[in-house]
T-cell receptor
Framework: KAGVTQTPRYLIKTRGQQVTLSCSPI?????VSWYQQTPGQGLQFLFE???????NKGNFPGRFSGRQFSNSRSEMNVSTLELGDSALYLC?????????????FGNGTRLTVT | QQPVQSPQAVILREGEDAVINCSSS?????VHWYRQKHGEAPVFLMI?????EQKGHDKISASFNEKKQQSSLYLTASQLSYSGTYFC??????????????FGQGTILTVHP
C-alpha cells in the first residue's frame, strides 16, 4: 500500500506570493490533517478534513486555507506569504481521525520564504 | 492546551532505560506517541486509550493515567535505532477538539554506543 504522498518536497517563494501544497492520503483513508513544523513551535495543527468537510481548525490566520476533494486528496493554500511561514508542512492521513486511529504522515513539503 | 513533555532531551548509552512524560491540563480521550528521526516523517508508535491501560511495542511501552491526565513512554534496553524526537499527541475530551490531535513540543532522545 502506498504511503502518504506530498508534493512538492521543496518550495522557495518570496514574501507576498501564495503557495499551494498537495497531499494524497493512503488509499481508503478519508481523514487528512495538516501540521506546520518549526524548530521553535514544534508540530502545530492547521486543520483536519473528513469527507470534504473541515472538522477542525488550528490557531492560524485566515491566510492559511485548505480543502479536500471527493477522492480524499487534499490541498492547503497559504496566501500573502510571510517570512515566518517558512516551515515543514506535514500532511497526515487516517481512516477516521478518531481518538483511537493512528496518523500516517507524509514526508512533508519544506517551504522557504525569502 | 498543548501537552507538556519532559524531559526536553535525554542522552543514553546503549542498553540504558529512559522515561518520557507527557502531561495535559485538559481531560483526555487518548494519547498517541510518535517518533521522528532527523529529516523523516513522524512514525506512529502506539495509542493509549482511556482506562489506564498500558501498551507495549517491542521494548517500548507506555502508560496512561486518565485521572492525572498524564502518559509516560518507557524505553528499556535502548538501541541506537531509538534515537530521534519523541512526540506525544493528545485528543482532548470535548466536541470542539473533534478531529484534532495536539502535539507536545517533543523530547530529543540520543543513544550512543
Amino acid at each position: 500500500k502506498a504511503g502518504v504522498t506530498q508534493t512538492p518536497r521543496y518550495l522557495i517563494k518570496t514574501r507576498g506570493q501564495q503557495v499551494t501544497l498537495s497531499c494524497s492520503p493512503i488509499s481508503g483513508h478519508r481523514s487528512v490533517s495538516w501540521y506546520q513544523q518549526t524548530p521553535g513551535q514544534g508540530l502545530q495543527f492547521l486543520f483536519e478534513y473528513f469527507s470534504e468537510t473541515q472538522r477542525n481548525k488550528g490557531n492560524f490566520p485566515g491566510r492559511f486555507s485548505g480543502r479536500q476533494f471527493s477522492n480524499s486528496r487534499s490541498e492547503m493554500n497559504v496566501s500573502t506569504l510571510e517570512l515566518g511561514d517558512s516551515a515543514l508542512y506535514l500532511c497526515a492521513s487516517s481512516p477516521l481521525q478518531e481518538s483511537n486511529s493512528p496518523l500516517h504522515f507524509g514526508n512533508g513539503t519544506r517551504l522557504t520564504v525569502t | 492546551q498543548q501537552p507538556v513533555q519532559s524531559p526536553q532531551a535525554v542522552i543514553l548509552r546503549e542498553g540504558e532505560d529512559a522515561v518520557i512524560n507527557c502531561s495535559s491540563s485538559k481531560a483526555l480521550y487518548s494519547v498517541h506517541w510518535y517518533r521522528q528521526k532527523h529529516g523523516e516523517a513522524p512514525v506512529f508508535l502506539m495509542i493509549l486509550l482511556k482506562g489506564g491501560e498500558q501498551k507495549g511495542h517491542d521494548k517500548i511501552s507506555a502508560s496512561f493515567n486518565e485521572k492525572k491526565q498524564q502518559s509516560s513512554l518507557y524505553l528499556t534496553a535502548s538501541q541506537l535505532s531509538y534515537s530521534g524526537t519523541y512526540f506525544c499527541g493528545t485528543f482532548n475530551a470535548g466536541g470542539t477538539s473533534y478531529g484534532k490531535l495536539t502535539f507536545g513540543q517533543g523530547t530529543i532522545l540520543t543513544v550512543h554506543p
